[in-house]
């Protein structure tokens, strides 16, 4: 008998088989309490969290959540409506100001999260006429874009402009209606595009280029804006989104491009027309955790001195991890999706939170414990992380 309910039959039997596996339902993992920017209490027990995004430490920072609870005290809980039938607040437009001015760029829209910036700007910004050429490994917010528009999607092998070059050559005068797609920092293996080489390319075949740097905001740079900066191309990017819910600490997503032209295409973008705008206390921790970004490179570079320990005492132990130092470390494990899951339990049960990725999240298909650093990590913490994966490459060992 039909079932709206039957095609879902599978991933229950998965999900039911990786629960009976490991004793842990690893997908709904509830945090009871959080202590810190770095701690929870998860099975009631005090655990580090090392899978977070935030790569600043900013959830907790006191001017920012002195600056969210006057926002809640001043202007109410929630906004209740969108921005084109409810109007802007004041705060909304001053933070695309301040985006602006950050970025260097004649426009900057803001969005209720990263997820609607990428769908807005992907679904809007091209149509049936254009083509959008995307590196393989993006994000499913990107995919999902394309999935809400009707632009040819032409994807290309992960961080390979040899491959993008091809693809671009093969559309011929269609090239100056295309919009490449990358990402500063890859989110599940924490490597960078090689933006140079693919800026030279968009440039010579007259297309456009989005870089999504929702990694690498306040992590990338001198000044944090992401690897457009760090490599010295920013002048040569067309768009750049990103998200308020890694470094910045709160949720809300943005664009800026250096094309006045995007303040036109706002009132045409359906994922910004159609949900409610940001909360005024999510708008207020932002702008501040923005203006502490600017501020101090102290906290980006206790970041870095975090990423590097913990890559290279993971290296040095013989770990397969992604292919440089980043704040976001895969480590790819030679075992099952079951034995996956057992080992990240293992690791909780010492103490330390990781994300469990399995395929088909996983670039390569192969599941991967993934780490994810803080300037907020203490020493000590990652001294814990580190004895906490020489055990559990014993156990590794003694499976094999
Ligand atoms: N882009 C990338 C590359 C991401 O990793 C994410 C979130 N993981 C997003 C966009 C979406 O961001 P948000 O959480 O603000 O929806």
Sequence with gaps: M?????????????????????????????VERVVSATEAIINGRKVIMAG???????????????????????????????????????????????????????????????????????????????????????????????????????????NNPADLEKRLQRLGDRAGNTLVVVEGIYSMLGDRAPLREIVDMKNRYGAFLLVDEAHSLGVLGQQGRGLAEALEVEAEVDFITGTFSK????????????????????????????????????????????????RSSALRKKLWDNATQLYQGLAAMGFELGPEISPVIAVRLPATVAETTALWNELLSQGIYVNLVLPPATPGGKPLLRCSLSAAHSQAQINAMLDAFSHFKEKLQAHA
Aim: charged share 15%; proline share 3%.
């Design 2 to 30: 039909a079932n709206l309910f039957n095609k879902f039959r599978s991933l229950e039997e998965t999900r039911a088989g990786l629960v009976a596996g490991s004793g842990v339902d690893p997908f709904h993992v509830v």
């Design 247 to 294: 470094s910045l600490g709160s949720i809300g997503g943005f664009c800026v491009s250096r094309w006045p032209e995007l303040e036109t295409v706002r009132y045409a973008m359906r994922p910004y027309i159609f949900t409610a705008s940001s909360s005024p206390s999510l708008i207020a921790s932002t702008r501040k955790a923005l203006e502490i970004l600017h």
């Design 52 to 158: 977070t995004n935030n790569y600043l430490g900013l959830t907790f920072d006191p001017e920012c959540v002195a600056a969210a609870c006057r926002a809640v005290s001043e202007e109410g809980t929630g906004t209740t409506g969108s921005r084109m039938a409810n109007g802007s607040y004041a705060a909304h437009v001053a933070l695309e100001n301040e985006l602006a001015a950050f970025f260097n760029c004649p426009a900057a829209i803001v969005f209720s999260t990263g997820y609607i910036a990428n769908l807005a700007i992907l679904s809007t910004l091209t149509g049936s006429e254009d083509v959008i050429l995307l590196d393989a490994d993006c994000h499913a917010s990107i995919y999902d874009g394309t999935r809400l528009g009707s632009a040819q999607v032409i994807r290309f092998q992960h």
